[in-house]
């Protein structure tokens, strides 16, 4: 059984701080790591993908995978109330995608 | 260009009928995915096509659910004899090509109520 673990918040950050998503997974083998952010009510959309080891950034996001631990994270720099939302973090190995629960943000201004 | 899209947006059915469910891929999409979202839980998988590959059928939680896909397009949920607990949001998704390598697009999704 392929696991992928996130806290499930809720995490609590100040307008302008940096947010910090964390997931972990069980399966070595997996190849694609994917975070999406769901508004609620809403259905999920596509924030980031990586597939190398090390930060991928994007605007104010950044992702940062480390296969040997095991974790991807996602960083939101600058954050503001309208990143409050559930993060869920998914995890691809072969021919399966696994999806985390979710970690709730909230931004407070 | 367009999104994936889902209807009806919202169903409400008596408990006992049977309801189809529809989506609307991205065009060239291979992959398309069904998820099911109970309130304030996460995704859960009911099944993925792929191109003309035999259905990841695994997740659907029992024999009452069942789905086709008819090519790289349309494809219907279909509950029979629905129960109280089928009530959700039902998510579909597509990609380009398959899970393990390519990103999801979801629909808005169908709300489900069964009384």
């Known amino acids: 059984q392929k696991e992928v673990e996130q806290n499930s918040g809720p995490l609590s950050v100040p307008e302008g701080a940096i947010a910090s998503l964390n997931c972990t997974y069980s399966?070595?083998?997996?190849?694609?790591f994917f975070w999406y952010r769901q508004y609620s009510g809403k259905s999920p959309e596509l924030i980031m993908f990586?597939?190398?080891?090390g930060d991928k950034e994007d605007g104010r996001f950044t992702a940062q995978l480390n296969k040997a631990s095991q974790y991807v994270s996602l960083l939101i720099r600058d954050s503001q109330p309208s990143d409050s939302a559930t993060y869920l973090c998914?995890?691809?190995?072969?021919?399966?995608?696994?999806f985390g629960k979710g970690t709730m943000l909230l931004v407070s201004p | 260009g367009a999104g994936v899209s889902q209807s009806p947006s919202n169903k409400v059915t008596e408990k006992g009928k049977d309801v189809e469910l529809r989506c609307d891929p991205i065009?060239?999409?291979?992959?398309l995915y069904w998820y099911r979202q109970r309130l304030g839980q996460g995704l859960e998988f009911l099944i993925y096509f792929q191109g003309n590959s035999a259905p990841d059928k695994s997740g659907l939680p029992s024999d009452r659910f069942s789905a086709e896909r008819t090519g790289e397009s349309v494809s219907t949920l279909t509950i029979q004899r629905t129960q109280q607990e089928d009530s959700a949001v039902y998510l579909c998704a597509s990609s380009q090509g398959p899970r393990e390598v390519y990103e999801q697009y979801f629909g808005p999704g169908t709300r489900l109520t069964v009384t």
């Open positions: 998914a995890v691809s190995g072969y021919s399966t995608l696994t």
């Open positions: 990586i597939y190398s080891n």
């Open positions: 065009s060239g999409h291979t992959a």
């Open positions: 399966d070595r083998g997996s190849q694609s």
